[in-house]
Each structure stands twice: as C-alpha cells, then as structure tokens.
C-alpha cells in the first residue's frame, strides 16, 4: 500500500514562508501522481494541489495559486510543498495523498498529515 | 466552481442502515469516491469508482452514483462506523473537490 510521511509543519507568522515534505516509502513513487489535501481545524477535507508522476503538470486550488508550489523529487522519493505568503486562512492538517494509477483515479495512501499554524 | 454537498450529520441506530447524500451538478456524470475518517485519523477510502470496496472494508458498505446525487449506504451499521464521511469527485482532470463531510452518529 505504501507509506507516506508529512513533516515541515509548525507555527508561522502571516506572510512568512515554509517548505512541507513527504516522504514516500515501499512503493514505486515517481510512477505515481501526487496530492496535497488539508483540512483546517473542526472542518472538512480541501484539496490543494496535485503533481504528475515526472513533474510535468501541476494543479492548485485557486485561494492558493501564486503562493504555494508543488514539486518532487524522484531521486529522493519526496513531495513538496513551498507555502509563501502565508495567511490565517492557510491554518490546517496538511495531507499528501497518493492518486492509483489509472482511468479513474481516487487517494489510496494518506500521510498522517502534519499541523501548520499561521498566526499574527 | 464546482461544489458537492452532504448533510452536515446523519444519525442511526445500530444495525440499521445509514445514508449519506453527496449532490452536485451532473455528478451521474463522474465517479466518486467515499472516505472515512476517525477523530484524529487520516482519511480512509471506503468506496471507489462509484461502487467499489477496497480490500479490507466490509460488505456492510457500498455505494452508487445517478442524475446529480452519489450515495454511500452502510447497512447493519456498527457502533465503530462512527465517523466522518466525505464524497470526492474529479472536476476536470487536474481538479479534484470534496464534499463538506458528513458526520455519521450511532446511537
């Protein structure tokens, strides 16, 4: 099934900067698409951005176009997230998830996602 | 922009059957998938592609997808399927949206 391990996450001040990884293990990572799914304090799941297997198509929800970055590395079996000005609203568990591989894709991995605070 | 709806709560009583909704415009039209997710857990695939149960997930759940409203049925529910629930569509081929969630209580 593989595994997938969040880290990079803290308290931040608005406006500042912070860089997310995942860390993939026990599968073939760079044959996969990758997601970043967050949820924000007693609220529902939100879909953030995606990543193909190679890098070479990207996907953001449009509150956080032009402030994060999606990226990997396949040498390192890493997923990214460079998060730039940061604001109050962006305060969430930030998951990666895996996409299957296939016509009708879904998330079959999660990470146990790690906590990001952006305060004043 | 594209949204899918669920009840905020859904209650049952044990060994009864529990519907969740999820509705969004033509969603008949796209596959959805269903996630499950304990108080400090992370998300958990119940039902994918409309009506398929991954290994590990009991027959107890399934679901279906017609017009613009998807449908996860638990049937003999059980005090541990107390959870929140959420619907997952693909908007497009790079966008992907959640449903609201929805809390299931067995009481």
């Known amino acids: 099934q593989g595994q997938l391990v969040e880290s990079g996450g803290g308290v931040v001040q608005t406006g500042r900067s912070l860089r997310l990884a995942c860390s993939a293990s026990?599968?073939?990572?760079?044959?996969?698409?990758m997601h970043w799914v967050r949820q924000a304090p007693g609220k529902g799941l939100e879909w953030v951005a995606f990543?193909?297997?190679?890098?070479?198509?990207?996907n953001y929800v449009d509150s956080v176009k032009g402030r994060f970055t999606i990226s990997r590395d396949n040498s390192k079996n890493t997923l990214y997230l460079q998060m730039n000005s940061l604001r109050a609203e962006d305060t969430a568990v930030y998951y990666c998830?895996?996409?299957?591989?296939?016509?009708?894709?879904?998330?079959?991995?999660w990470g146990q996602g790690t906590l990001v605070t952006v305060s004043s | 922009s594209y949204e899918l709806t669920q009840p905020p709560s859904v209650s049952v009583s044990p060994g009864q059957t529990a519907t969740i909704t999820c509705s969004g415009e033509?969603?008949?039209?796209?596959?959805t998938s269903w996630y499950q997710q304990t108080p400090g857990q992370s998300p958990v695939l119940v039902i994918y592609?409309?009506?398929k149960r991954p290994s590990g997930i009991p027959e107890r759940f399934s679901g279906s997808n017609s017009g613009n409203t998807a449908t996860l049925t638990i049937s003999g529910t059980q005090p541990t399927d107390e959870a929140d629930y959420y619907c997952?569509?693909?908007?497009?081929?790079?966008?992907?949206?959640f449903g609201g969630g929805t809390k299931l209580t067995v009481l």
């Open positions: 033509t969603l008949g039209d796209k596959y």
């Open positions: 592609e409309d009506t």
């Open positions: 997952q569509a693909w908007v497009s081929s790079t966008v992907v949206v």
């Open positions: 998830a895996r996409e299957t591989v296939g016509a009708i894709p879904y998330f079959d991995s």
């Open positions: 026990e599968f073939t990572f760079s044959s996969y698409a």
């Open positions: 990543i193909w297997y190679d890098g070479s198509k990207k």
